[in-house]
């Protein structure tokens, strides 16, 4: 796939690491919303008010943590389009953009929560499950953006220089092997033609962006 000048390294590992990472997001979704006891400090009556509601809390620690799931949900999309993708595309820079944000409010809301003097965490498992899958979120994020923004030089950067070109003179050597030129049998999928590329002795399509089978 392109991007500018390079192309980006999508394999077969890139892709685990996207599923991995996107299977996390759905089991980040999947603990945020269970059942979670903890009490808020009532000062009038100097005593603790318990709750068991969602893990979304009703403060400003509940407002960053509802914000950072709420931007996993185009992050995974985005990580979707990208792990599906055959040519190039930007959707996965858009996903770990995305998801740097929401990993940000997710590890601000989660501090907020713990040390929050008001908030008395009753059952504190589903906060740290969640905290934990949010370090496993930053990683895998990272280690997927650091492999799709790993770039090696276009083949067309790596073509022959000008003096590959037969010359008038060399006319006699057209019966040459097939390193001695340019262009090369039409592409069966755009039927344009390709070119030889010398140092993995195999044709080039530009347009589509792959080698012709050999």
């Not at 509802?66 to 992050?75: A, R």
Request: charged residues 15%; hydrophobic residues 40%; neutral net charge.
């Amino acid at each position: 796939m392109k991007i500018g000048g390079n192309i980006i390294a999508k394999d077969s590992l890139t892709v685990r690491i996207g599923l991995v990472y996107i299977s996390l997001i759905i089991i980040q979704w999947i603990i945020h919303f269970l059942p979670y006891d903890y009490g808020t400090w009532d000062p009038l009556h100097s005593h603790f008010d318990y709750y068991s509601s969602i893990y979304v809390l009703n403060s400003s620690s509940g407002f960053l943590l509802f914000f950072g799931i709420v931007l996993l949900i185009p992050s995974f999309i985005l990580n979707i389009v990208f792990i599906a993708s055959t040519k190039g595309t930007t959707s996965g820079k858009t996903g770990f953009g995305l998801g740097v944000a929401a990993w940000g409010n997710l590890v601000i809301g989660h501090l907020a929560t713990f040390f929050n003097p008001s908030h008395l965490i009753i059952t504190p498992y589903i906060p740290i499950v969640s905290t934990t899958l949010t370090i496993c979120l930053t990683i895998f994020g990272t280690l997927l953006f650091s492999r799709v923004y790993k770039s090696k030089p276009r083949p067309d950067e790596e073509l022959p220089s000008s003096s590959a070109f037969p010359s008038p003179e060399s006319s006699s050597r057209l019966s040459a092997s097939p390193s001695d030129y340019l262009v090369g049998p039409p592409c069966p999928d755009c039927n344009k033609a390709t070119k030889y590329m010398a140092q993995d002795d195999r044709y080039y399509c530009q347009d589509c962006d792959k080698y012709l089978e050999s």
